[in-house]
């Protein structure tokens, strides 16, 4: 199972393009990497997902190099409602008995 | 859209006392997770199913148990509460197989939590 190991907290200022960083190593053939993000008080909601090179949606853009052993979310141009916590999880997206595994999560804190 | 609904946001037990959490999902998912979040240490599996009457422990099933009677519903019990387990509980759920899918249609979908407190 792939472990995700990302920085516990980001500051940034509105306007500004923050890129937050996931490692996974020991990621497997079959897996992809989603980004969820979690407001206080509610459940983490889908962000993005992709397995290799660059997705990007109305919401995020999702980098991941050839060797898959990280990936960057990147959020443009901040807002104050952005401020949340962003966890990245590693996973494959077939069968039963997966045991999906979240890390600690990124607290992203955006300021005016 | 897919709705998954836990039926307590707020539960105040006592040390000792059994609870039950109860998470019910309308989209004929095979799959359902049950997470603990605490400070610092982001979610963490308790446990999961991927059919009716199967279970598998997540990563911290200790004091917890489960129940999956019915394809739907997923229940976290907690035989005697400690003041240890006061957390916010997440269930989530997932179809057993998945397209990738720019819009999330296919990925892990979360409840609203239950924020349990054990005096």
């Known amino acids: 199972l792939a472990k995700t190991t990302q920085p516990i907290s980001m500051d940034s200022y509105e306007g500004q393009e923050v890129n937050i960083t996931c490692s996974h190593n020991?990621?497997?053939?079959?897996?992809?990497i989603t980004w969820y993000q979690q407001f206080p008080s509610q459940g983490p909601r889908f962000i993005i997902q992709?397995?290799?090179t660059k997705v990007t949606n109305e919401v995020a853009s999702l980098f991941i190099p050839a060797d898959r052993k990280s990936s960057t979310l990147s959020l443009p141009r901040v807002s104050l409602s952005d401020t949340a916590v962003y966890y990245c999880l590693v996973g494959t997206l077939t069968g039963g008995g997966n045991k999906l595994t979240f890390g600690t999560g990124t607290q992203l804190k955006v300021e005016l | 859209d897919v709705k998954v609904t836990q039926s307590s946001r707020y539960l105040v037990k006592r040390t000792g006392e059994k609870v039950f959490l109860e998470c019910v999902q309308d989209m004929d998912h095979e799959n359902m997770f049950w997470y603990r979040q605490d400070p610092g240490l982001g979610l963490r599996l308790i446990y999961f199913s991927y059919d009716v009457k199967m279970k598998e422990k997540g990563d911290i099933p200790e004091g917890y148990s489960v129940s999956r009677e019915k394809k739907e519903r997923f229940s976290l019990i907690l035989e005697s509460a400690s003041t240890n387990q006061t957390s916010m509980y997440l269930c989530?759920?997932?179809?057993?197989?998945?397209?990738?899918?720019?819009?999330?249609?296919?990925?892990?979908?979360f409840g609203a939590g239950s924020r349990l407190t054990v005096l």
């Open positions: 992709g397995y290799k």
């Open positions: 989530a759920s997932r179809p057993l197989r998945l397209r990738a899918s720019l819009s999330g249609a296919n990925v892990l979908t």
């Open positions: 020991n990621i497997a053939t079959n897996d992809y």
